[in-house]
């Protein structure tokens, strides 16, 4: 019996791999490669980046080793030179990956997170929909105040994380992976509504405005965004309570909070040094336009200040403890967004879709430009898509009579659409903890990803086109 089961496995696996392997191959060879607008490297670039999202969709090798052979194949099987396939290792995302999973450690070790997480929790009187409406608000009224989308995260996942480990929701659990994803969703989602709300914002502004000969103010961009944002982050949030309802009794899950938090006690040194270092890196990733650190350096520092004495939150040997294996995932995938940008993938995408826009009125040129945005998202990352398409786009606008920032901003709403971790460097670091059950969040974000078209037709290009008058 234990044979033919192992036998049964060993042939869905097989079938897997043959899938993976003959997907990209139909792809590369129906590309009408013609070595100048489209050339050998650009389409095995396409058959090696879907080969390898197939591999995670199936999860057939183990994440570290894909992150790792990555930028290697496109260096050798792309013509990649190393300095692109590797440069994201000289940015800022090491260091945001690194000092979040140091900050992430403290908060477990000292029971932070946990006091923070069970005591939002209590405040709702146990209730598991309260507590994700609760988490919502907490991240919007904190979003305005931390222009980094990933520090933003990096807080958030910690508090989350501690929170699934005081209720003992398992690793993968309906609930974990509900908690995640509404932290995710809300921190990436309530972003829009402000012009500092991440970097790609700022520069895929700055192109439109360029283009356009003008210059967009901090309290503009939010008159135009902050209410389609806010609808849009309730809609997501409501997408993950509608199809990950949890089963948690919610006497069971009040009872247990009370005790937990009973169980805390008053707080400890530790944990008054943690909440200190916790205010610290508030102030810090808000005021980076001052002091000119960027999150993943203030993380950094944070995290060294940590192991000094009287802190002594950190030492040789919980460092150790502290798991970095989902850097190489993370920067692996981020070797995409580089590779594509490098071989051009992105402006011959850019020439193949941008020409059937052509002749549509304001609401088809939205939904087209918010396609083009999620079939890139496959392919580049946020960054290296909005630098590239931004200014094509609103010339496009212009050229069309259309309001080029209104097309811009539906394109940025099928940026701000994923089905898998390695289309965003947020998304990652959430999924790498390993809390986030696969096929849950795929279900979640594709639901999100359909439901976008009606909130823009509805909500978001009608209040653009009054606002923008």
């Known amino acids: 019996m234990a044979q033919t089961t192992e036998k049964i496995l060993n042939g869905k696996s097989a079938l897997k791999w043959l899938f993976c392997l003959i997907v990209p191959a139909i792809v590369y060879f129906a590309l009408p490669i013609d070595g100048k607008t489209l050339t050998h490297e650009m ?30 194949l496109y260096m050798a099987l792309c013509g990649v030179p190393g300095k692109i396939a590797y440069n994201n290792w000289l940015g800022d995302v090491p260091n945001i990956v690194i000092g979040g999973f140091i900050f992430c450690k403290i908060l477990q070790d000292t029971g932070l997170g946990k006091r923070v997480g069970l005591g939002c929790m209590k405040l709702m009187d146990g209730s598991f929909i309260g507590t994700v409406w609760g988490l919502m608000l907490a991240i919007y009224i904190i979003n305005p105040l931390v222009p980094a989308v990933t520090g933003k995260g990096v807080i958030f996942c910690s508090i989350v994380i501690s929170l699934c480990e005081s209720l003992d929701f398992k690793k993968q659990s309906r609930e974990a992976t509900a908690l995640m994803l509404v932290a995710f969703l809300a921190v990436t989602s309530s972003k829009n509504g402000f012009l500092t709300g991440g970097g790609d914002l700022v520069i895929g502004m700055s192109l439109v405005d360029g283009v356009m000969g003008l210059k967009t103010s901090w309290l503009q961009y939010a008159g135009w965004n902050l209410l389609p944002a806010t609808v849009f982050t309730v809609m997501s949030v409501a997408i993950v309570v509608v199809l990950l309802p949890s089963k948690v009794n919610k006497e069971e899950l009040r009872r247990a909070l009370y005790a937990r938090y009973a169980e805390l006690g008053p707080m400890r040194r530790d944990e008054k040094t943690a909440t200190v270092l916790l205010i610290v890196t508030l102030i810090v990733l ?17 995290a060294a200040v940590s192991f000094l004495p009287g802190v002594s939150l950190m030492d040789g040997q919980k460092i150790k403890e502290v798991n970095f294996c989902p850097i190489f995932f993370i920067m692996g995938c ?5 590779a594509g940008n490098y071989l051009k ?30 079939i890139g998202n496959f392919i580049l990352t946020p960054l290296a898509a909005t630098a590239s398409f931004s200014a094509p786009l609103a010339e496009l606008g212009v050229q069309m009579g259309l309001e080029p920032r209104i097309m811009y901003l539906s394109f940025k709403y099928g940026f701000d659409n994923y089905l898998f971790p390695y289309e965003y460097a947020v998304l990652l670091i959430f999924y790498g903890f390993g809390y986030i059950h696969f096929g849950s969040m795929v279900k979640v974000l594709a639901a999100r990803m359909i439901l976008t078209v009606p909130f823009l037709l509805a909500v978001a290009v009608p209040w653009w086109q009054w606002i923008m008058k």
């Open 345 to 374: 993938v992105t402006q011959w995408m850019a020439d193949s879709t941008f020409g059937y826009m052509e002749g549509l009125g304001i609401y088809g040129a939205s939904v087209c430009s918010y396609v083009v945005g999620v």
């Open 334 to 338: 981020m070797a995409i967004g580089s």
């Open 286 to 302: 808000m005021t980076d336009k001052w002091h000119g650190l960027t999150p993943g350096m203030g993380l950094v520092f944070l």
């Open 43 to 72: 389409a095995m670039f396409l058959a090696v980046t879907i080969f390898m999202v197939c591999i995670w969709g199936f999860e057939l090798v183990n994440d570290t080793a894909t992150g790792l052979v990555l930028p290697v």
